[in-house]
């Protein structure tokens, strides 16, 4: 029964909308009504600057070490603890107190996996880092980032199927929240980094 509970723990840990909250905070209104009206730290720099965008990137991510942690902390059966981990990012993409309209889940995710193991981590930050320098859109970087994980989780990592399986399903996750963008890349109408959204 415990670890049920920390799994909704664990998506209500995730539901917190940081970047709604701290764009707010700062005085620039609702995130949702700026750029993409994504509830994450891309959205919130446009809205706010990188000052308030940083420390939003860190909470996000922070949900997800600590939605792990939290699990460990009651059982260390591997799935049970990637359940969690997904647990979060589905919150952070679909929380609750903003009618299930959230992020995207990247930083959650991030956090949730280089917690679970974090040599893979390094290989999926390399295919961000190197999408982001090449093509220069930071939604098709997290696309591929988050194609990777499941990837790089299963030859780095060596999980359990039901482990492997929370790694597809948050893959799934982030690209479908992603999906807009993908219709936009593929009209020739997402905007470069640094270009602002047409």
Do not use: Q
């Amino acid at each position: 029964m415990a670890r049920e509970a920390m799994l909704v723990a664990a998506y209500l840990l995730g539901s917190i909308p940081f970047a709604w909250l701290l764009v707010r905070f700062a005085g620039r209104g609702d995130v949702r009504r700026v750029g993409s009206g994504n509830v994450g730290a891309t959205n919130a720099m446009r809205a706010a600057g990188w000052r308030v965008a940083l420390p939003i990137a860190l909470l996000d991510i922070g949900k997800g070490v600590a939605a792990v942690l939290l699990m460990r902390a009651v059982t260390p059966n591997p799935a049970w603890v990637a359940a969690a981990g997904l647990a979060a990012v589905v919150g952070h993409c679909f929380p609750v107190w903003l009618g299930f309209s959230g992020g995207k889940g990247v930083a959650t995710a991030a956090g949730v996996f280089f917690t679970l193991a974090w040599p893979p981590m390094l290989v999926v930050l390399a295919v961000w880092v190197v999408s982001l320098a090449l093509l220069r859109f930071v939604s098709l970087a997290s696309v591929l980032a988050a194609a990777a994980f499941p990837v790089a989780f299963f030859f780095l990592a060596r999980p359990g199927i039901l482990v492997e399986a929370c790694a597809v399903l948050t893959a799934v996750v982030v690209i479908w929240r992603h999906r807009a963008n993908l219709g936009r890349l593929a009209r020739g109408e997402e905007p470069r980094l640094g270009e602002k959204k047409r």
